[in-house]
């Protein structure tokens, strides 16, 4: 448990087409959620996508269609912590009785300048860490009937960043992207920490890098949400982004869902054939359970004995 498993998941065994299984993806009407939509739905699932225009979701649901899949769009907003349990509800009332395979908790986000959501949390932990965790604990009962579970899309830009108390405070604050590659380490170790501890309820919880591509995200961005010694590199970087096909950053999560082991936990996946010994995954399970345990003051009393239950020790 806990080995890197997708060493194993480049070799040439056939997808399992899963006919009958159920995904539901976060922010999965656009950018490489949408990707993730159509090749999950191509793949054989039935995936609930979540966003919040329902033109563009209803959009994507008919081209899903057309191609032979099945794709059900659920409109919700999951900037709070409110929508994200309405969200919860909705999916709950759509789900088959054998419950939910997977969680692709893809949504994500940068912040250009420090601020809050309507819980008091800071945006970028929020979206990037409380929400996506939030959500998997109200989720769990349908993860557990069907042994599914979590992936949470992660970032190599992890590996550039820290994360100390003072971050875990709020106290800090310099640029876009490092809050965003403190939040999405925290949801690298505590995740693993939360896979862990959910062995024993069959429901394992992976992370996938799916490299970068130019979508409604980055084409928001600006060199101002970089450290100054990187906004050299955002032309070059954006030109790069805008070569590499969805296609290639979805193929980590499809390749976690169609050929991980059931109840194997804590696998780091990348798009295409590269593998990131462990060592290099920014794994820390010690820095995990603490940060986990921090994070509990971040959500909102209806919801924080649910998600300290389901998630401590
Ligand atoms: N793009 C990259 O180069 C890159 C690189 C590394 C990691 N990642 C990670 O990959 C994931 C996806 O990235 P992305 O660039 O594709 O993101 P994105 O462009 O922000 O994703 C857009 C999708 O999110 C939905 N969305 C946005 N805000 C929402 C909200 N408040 N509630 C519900 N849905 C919302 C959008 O639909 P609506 O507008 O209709 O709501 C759309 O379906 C993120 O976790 C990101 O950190 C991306």
């Known amino acids: ?7 194993s998941l480049g070799g040439k065994a056939p997808l399992n087409r899963s006919p009958s299984r159920t995904v539901l993806v976060t922010g999965g009407s656009a950018g490489i959620g949408g990707q993730l939509t159509l090749s999950l739905a191509q793949a054989g699932y039935h995936v609930y996508f979540v966003g919040r225009q329902s ?5 994507l649901e008919d081209r899903v269609q057309d191609q032979g899949g099945r794709a059900t769009f659920v409109a919700g907003d999951l900037s ?19 419950g939910l395979d997977a969680l692709v908790n893809n949504l994500g986000g940068v912040a250009p300048a420090p601020r809050t959501t309507s819980d008091g949390v800071e ?33 190599g830009y992890h590996h550039l ?21 403190r939040a999405k380490l925290l ?46 590199l955002f032309s070059p970087v954006r030109h790069v ?11 980590s999560t499809l390749r976690l869902l169609t050929r991980t082991p059931p109840r194997d936990t804590g696998a780091y996946v990348l798009p295409g054939p590269v593998v990131l010994p462990r060592a290099l995954v920014g794994f820390d399970r010690r820095a995990g359970a603490n940060g986990l345990a921090f994070s509990y003051r971040w959500f909102l009393p209806e919801y924080r004995p649910l998600v300290e239950s389901t998630t401590g020790e």
Do not use: K
């Open 1 to 7: 448990m806990g080995r890197l498993v997708e060493y």
């Open 123 to 155: 945006t970028t932990f929020a979206s990037n860490f409380v929400h996506p965790v939030l959500l998997a604990c109200l989720l769990l009962p349908e993860l557990q009937a069907a042994q599914g579970r979590v992936v949470q899309m992660s970032t």
């Open 241 to 251: 982004q805008g070569c590499i096909p969805l296609e290639w950053c979805a193929s």
């Open 187 to 232: 949801s690298v170790q505590a995740g693993e920490v939360i896979g862990l501890r959910w062995r024993n309820r069959g429901v394992g919880w992976h992370f996938a890098d799916p490299g970068m591509a130019q979508t409604p995200l980055t084409r928001s961005m600006t060199p101002r949400d970089f450290p100054w010694y990187g906004r050299f």
């Open 80 to 98: 709070s912590q409110h929508g994200v349990a309405q969200l919860a509800d909705r999916v709950r009332a759509l789900l088959p009785p054998r």
């Open 161 to 181: 960043v820290r994360l100390t108390r003072a971050d875990l405070t709020g106290r800090r604050w310099d640029c876009g992207m490092n809050v965003y590659g």
């Open 55 to 59: 033109d563009r979701g209803r959009a």
